[in-house]
Nanobody, 123 residues
Framework: QVQLAESGGGSVQAGGSLRLSCVVS????????MGWFRQAPGKEREGIAA????????YYVDSVKGRFTISLDNATNTLDLQMNDLKPEDTAMYYC????????????????WGKGTLVTISS
């Protein structure tokens, strides 16, 4: 089965940066969408950045637009999320996910998930 493994989480002060990575098994071309989701305590899981594999296009939720950048390294099957100008409200568990059958950018439409990596931002 497909495996996704995140890394790069940690604790930083507001204004700092982190780079998350997700190594994906198999051919990423088989995924319609690959993206990053996050979930803070007491809140629902939300999609924050997505890459549409076949088209090479990207999408960002308004709260991270201009600060986060999603990218895919086809040579290593690695999905990265560069996070700059981090804010306390970015604190959450971050998950890498992939959807196969033309999913919407919704957690329920994802077919594969990583185990998550924790990001904590202090003020």
């Amino acid at each position: 089965q497909v495996q996704l493994a995140e890394s790069g989480g940690g604790s930083v002060q507001a204004g700092g940066s982190l780079r998350l990575s997700c190594v994906v098994s198999g051919d990423t071309a088989s995924f319609y969408l690959m993206g990053w989701f996050r979930q803070a305590p007491g809140k629902e899981r939300e999609g924050i950045a997505a890459r549409y594999t076949r088209a090479g296009s990207t999408y960002y939720v308004d709260s991270v637009k201009g600060r986060f950048t999603i990218s895919l390294d086809n040579a290593t099957n690695t999905l990265d999320l560069q996070m700059n100008d981090l804010k306390p409200e970015d604190t959450a568990m971050y998950y890498c996910a992939a959807g196969v059958t033309w999913p919407s950018f919704n957690p329920r439409d994802m077919d594969y998930w990583g185990k998550g990596t924790l990001v904590t931002i202090s003020s």
